[in-house]
């Protein structure tokens, strides 16, 4: 383990070295790679963190990620570093800049770093040329147009560090962020004036482009009743979402949307991209067979343009790649606590829904008090079990609203499986190959769907409640695909990506009969 004074020695030198070269180092050809090896990389050892992974854990295990760098746009994506805890949780971001950039005053750099963290839902991240380092608040929402000092919390210069050297290692020292000194500097010095969560932001933008569609469909399909009106609305908006999210995790061609609204029908246009992600995906969001109702809607242009315009940079904020399943879901909740109610003249209007109205509200569940929930249900009964015997788990949510405590679940039935597979991230004497693994160490596709289709239950009256379930465990079922698996599983396997949920997630007060049936096959096998 680093010492606090091995530490300061460590960085002593790479200051007294910095500044010994330090004309050299600010010319424009001493570049960023050459910057983070010589002296953030080393920075950061100094400070206990295993950068480049000494100890030899998978992929997605490691303390320090180095996110690979990826041209979408024109602009470069990911975070240079990802710092995290044991299972993943991500700490914060930093993002590395050579010295010739003038991190105090430039706005570019200062905006993606808050982009990336206030997406993540991360507290700081920091942006550092090892010159300067700045820690910023990203709970607040990133605007194109904001100064360097917006949201700034800290900025030191380089011959800032040893006399700033206590609150560097009880900040930043893993250490101390395991003992919790981060979070105690979280709370402290974050400032927390005029935040806006990135999931209330994105609940803002379901309930503008609700309203903007069911505008535009009641009065353009008159013959569509209330609750074909919310079907449409809900199922547009989800197809939308998946996919953009897939534009951002590599899977789907990024822009692949706005090819649509170049020319012609746009919605129809847009119809033509959901009948091609119904041959890739299947699961049920695109099962047009069973859906005759979207194809024959007629929505303005005009709709569909500022929809699809406000899901990409930079109209949009959102860093799709970095927002979770779980901060989707959040939004979700409450978005379907509102419904669409068509007047007599045919207009829409959306407003709460009477059980909502009656309640003061829709009341979330925390995070936090979801992975309790899991952690204290789902853990002790999968304790010491293996894959096969918790093959034979059934875990259902009766009233399971937008999904929170199954994808808590079903996350924490990837993780233990992934664990168990892997030695905790560690190498095993005699290798892993014939486990559900990748080369990185995660689950394959395979056992994701497996886990998914076999453990996951749900049932919700609210028959949009159930579609929100399903589009949220999909996206946790594909989180870590890329689009070079995807084509494998297609062309090798002859198989589509996603599993169908029909029979895992249902709706309507008939399946109360279904659950006590499964209540009872439980109940039987377990022996209670």
């Given at each position: 383990?680093?010492?606090?004074?091995?530490?300061?020695?460590?960085i002593?030198?790479?200051?007294?070295?910095?500044?010994?070269?330090?004309?050299?180092?600010?010319?424009g050809?001493?570049?960023?790679?050459?910057?983070?090896?010589?002296?953030?990389?080393?920075?950061?050892?100094?400070?206990?963190?295993?950068?480049?992974?000494?100890?030899?854990?998978?992929?997605?295990?490691r303390?320090?990620i180095?996110?690979?760098?990826?041209?979408?746009?024109?602009?470069?994506?990911?975070?240079?570093?990802?710092?995290?805890?044991?299972?993943?949780?991500?700490?914060?971001?930093v993002?590395?800049k050579?010295?010739?950039?003038?991190?105090?005053?430039?706005?570019?750099?200062?905006?993606?770093?808050?982009?990336?963290?206030w997406?993540?839902?991360?507290?700081?991240?920091?942006?550092?040329?090892f010159?300067?380092?700045?820690?910023?608040?990203c709970t607040r929402?990133?605007?194109?147009?904001?100064?360097?000092?917006?949201?700034r919390?800290?900025?030191l210069?380089?011959?800032?560090?040893?006399?700033?050297f206590?609150?560097?290692?009880?900040?930043?020292?893993?250490e101390?962020v395991?003992?919790?000194s981060?979070?105690?500097?979280i709370e402290?010095?974050?400032?927390?004036?005029?935040?806006?969560?990135?999931?209330?932001?994105?609940?803002?933008?379901?309930?503008?482009?609700?309203?903007?569609?069911?505008?535009?469909?009641?009065?353009?399909?008159?013959?569509?009743?209330?609750?074909?009106?919310?079907?449409?609305?809900?199922?547009?908006?989800d197809?939308?979402?998946?996919?953009r999210?897939?534009?951002?995790?590599?899977?789907?061609?990024?822009?692949?949307l706005?090819v649509?609204?170049?020319?012609?029908?746009?919605?129809?246009?847009?119809?033509?991209?959901?009948?091609?992600?119904?041959?890739?995906?299947?699961?049920?969001?695109?099962?047009?067979?069973?859906?005759q109702?979207?194809?024959?809607?007629?929505?303005?242009?005009?709709?569909?343009k500022?929809?699809?315009?406000?899901?990409?940079y930079?109209?949009?904020?959102?860093?799709?790649?970095?927002?979770?399943?779980?901060?989707?879901?959040?939004?979700?909740?409450?978005?379907?606590?509102?419904?669409?109610?068509?007047?007599?003249?045919?207009h829409?209007v959306?407003?709460d829904k009477?059980?909502?109205?009656k309640?003061g509200?829709?009341?979330?569940?925390?995070?936090?008090?979801?992975e309790?929930?899991?952690?204290?249900?789902?853990?002790?009964l999968?304790?010491?079990k293996?894959?096969?015997e918790?093959?034979?788990?059934?875990?259902?949510?009766?009233?399971?609203?937008?999904?929170?405590?199954l994808?808590?679940?079903?996350?924490?039935?990837?993780?233990?499986?992934?664990?168990?597979?892997s030695n905790?991230g560690?190498?095993?004497?005699?290798?892993?190959?014939?486990?559900?693994l990748?080369?990185?160490?995660?689950?394959?596709t395979?056992?994701?769907?497996?886990?998914?289709?076999?453990?996951?239950?749900?049932?919700?009256?609210?028959?949009?409640?159930v579609?929100?379930?399903?589009?949220?465990?999909?996206?946790?079922?594909?989180?870590?695909?890329?689009?070079?698996?995807?084509?494998?599983?297609?062309?090798?396997?002859?198989?589509?990506?996603?599993?169908?949920?029909?029979n895992?997630?249902?709706?309507?007060?008939?399946?109360?009969i279904?659950?006590?049936?499964m209540?009872?096959?439980?109940?039987?096998?377990?022996?209670?």
């Amino acid at each position: 383990m680093i010492t606090k004074e091995a530490a300061y020695k460590k960085i002593s030198e790479l200051v007294e070295r910095f500044d010994e070269q330090f004309a050299s180092y600010k010319k424009g050809d001493y570049n960023e790679t050459l910057t983070r090896r010589d002296f953030i990389d080393p920075f950061f050892k100094a400070l206990g963190w295993d950068v480049d992974n000494e100890e030899g854990y998978a992929q997605s295990y490691r303390e320090v990620i180095h996110e690979d760098k990826v041209k979408v746009g024109g602009a470069t994506k990911a975070p240079d570093y990802s710092f995290r805890l044991s299972g993943g949780k991500r700490l914060f971001f930093v993002e590395a800049k050579k010295p010739s950039v003038y991190i105090k005053d430039e706005i570019l750099p200062a905006y993606q770093v808050r982009r990336y963290g206030w997406n993540a839902k991360l507290a700081i991240s920091v942006i550092t040329d090892f010159e300067e380092f700045a820690i910023y608040d990203c709970t607040r929402k990133p605007f194109p147009t904001d100064k360097a000092s917006v949201a700034r919390i800290k900025y030191l210069n380089y011959k800032d560090y040893l006399k700033e050297f206590d609150f560097i290692w009880d900040t930043f020292a893993k250490e101390r962020v395991l003992k919790g000194s981060f979070d105690k500097f979280i709370e402290g010095n974050s400032n927390k004036k005029g935040t806006t969560t990135v999931d209330n932001d994105f609940l803002v933008s379901l309930d503008t482009w609700r309203t903007y569609l069911a505008t535009s469909i009641s009065l353009r399909n008159k013959e569509l009743g209330e609750d074909e009106i919310n079907f449409a609305v809900q199922q547009t908006i989800d197809r939308i979402i998946f996919l953009r999210i897939a534009e951002d995790r590599g899977i789907e061609i990024y822009g692949n949307l706005q090819v649509a609204i170049k020319h012609g029908d746009y919605y129809q246009n847009l119809f033509s991209i959901f009948k091609e992600a119904d041959d890739k995906y299947n699961s049920g969001l695109f099962n047009l067979k069973k859906d005759q109702l979207s194809q024959k809607l007629k929505i303005d242009n005009k709709v569909i343009k500022t929809i699809i315009n406000e899901l990409y940079y930079p109209l949009s904020q959102y860093e799709f790649s970095f927002l979770s399943v779980e901060i989707l879901g959040s939004a979700y909740e409450q978005f379907l606590g509102k419904v669409i109610r068509i007047t007599p003249a045919h207009h829409a209007v959306i407003e709460d829904k009477p059980e909502v109205r009656k309640a003061g509200g829709v009341y979330y569940t925390p995070q936090y008090i979801v992975e309790y929930i899991v952690k204290n249900t789902v853990g002790k009964l999968i304790h010491g079990k293996t894959p096969k015997e918790i093959s034979q788990l059934k875990i259902i949510d009766p009233a399971c609203g937008s999904g929170s405590f199954l994808i808590g679940a079903y996350q924490y039935l990837l993780d233990f499986h992934k664990d168990y597979y892997s030695n905790n991230g560690k190498p095993s004497k005699g290798g892993n190959k014939n486990q559900p693994l990748t080369p990185e160490g995660n689950l394959t596709t395979a056992e994701k769907k497996r886990i998914l289709l076999n453990n996951i239950y749900g049932v919700d009256i609210d028959v949009n409640a159930v579609e929100v379930t399903k589009l949220s465990l999909l996206l946790k079922c594909m989180e870590g695909e890329t689009s070079a698996s995807i084509s494998h599983q297609l062309s090798i396997f002859n198989e589509r990506v996603l599993p169908k949920l029909e029979n895992n997630i249902k709706d309507g007060t008939v399946w109360w009969i279904w659950i006590l049936i499964m209540a009872y096959w439980i109940l039987v096998n377990l022996n209670m």
